[in-house]
């Protein structure tokens, strides 16, 4: 957004009646067209601008979209989401970002959209992404670090997620999945895709992906044995800008204590506490071999700890994990 599109989003944020034409003409020293340019921007960024004949112009409530006006309302963060983006619909936010970083933009820009079209989640697959209920935003990171430690921003983004979702739907049963889900009540409610480019001992940058089902009030058959939202477990609506920010503000503070330290152990004993597999037999399934065992817990590294069948410890460092049916 240029800086007279800002403007005159913020004056028209701070007004409670009606600005005329001629005043933010005469503040931003534009023509009336150019007034007009600019508030068609702004809707097209999701903001809510009515328009009226001899009088001007005026916000006309909130959108409850993930727009940056209504999600800076809620942020406390320093920099995280202060450059903040919103397309009403987008292939993938993942993409987007991932673009915006290749043009250099700054650490703590975020990307979010109303609706994807072709929303991505691990291991290949899609995310479903239809509009107007969930959340799906990515965010750019630009860490001083070694590509080896990247994929433990995936638990450190859930443990901010968890944070957050248990002082908005508090009650609910809220569960880590290591290493990217959250699940409430048992059922999907959350998925983190972090992908990045990096040489072995350089982190270009890396990008979060995050997609949260809130509002959705179904879903396909094939999913709705494993997914859910927040309003199906809570039977109430939840403000999607206030959750944004929520995430955002639980995850820059664990974000910075992480630069700081070696690993995870800060935060590991919170992962362990919320953790869904704890003391589950699981088996991880990897691209060319399935691990099994006994959860034992979470390594300061990230790596979820296993005992095998002859009891000594398995660092397994990725993988999809399901907790197993049948007894060893
Ligand atoms: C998963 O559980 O498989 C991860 C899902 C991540 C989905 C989010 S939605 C916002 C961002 N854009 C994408 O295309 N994917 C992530």
Redo the contacts with the bound molecule.
Sequence with gaps: MNEVTAGILDTLCRSVSFISGEELCREFSITRSAVWKHVGLLRDEGYLIEAVTGRGYRMAGLSGKPVRAEVGMFLETGSLGRNFIFRHEAV????IAKALAQEGAPEGTVVAADA?T?????MG?S?S?PPGVNL???FILRPELPSVRIPQLTLLVAAAIHRALVRHVPGARTKVKWP??ILLNDRKVC???CEMQSEPDLTHFVIV???INVNQSGFSPELQHMATSLALETGGAVCRPELLAGVLNHFEPLYREWLSKDDLSFIVPYLEEHSYLNAREVAVDQHRQTIRGKVAGIAPGGELILLGADGRPLFVASGEAHIRKEQP
């Design positions: 993938s936010t993942n993409q994807q072709g929303g991505r989640g691990r697959r995310w992404s799906y935003f990515s990217n889900d998925g983190v895709l992906g995050v997609g």
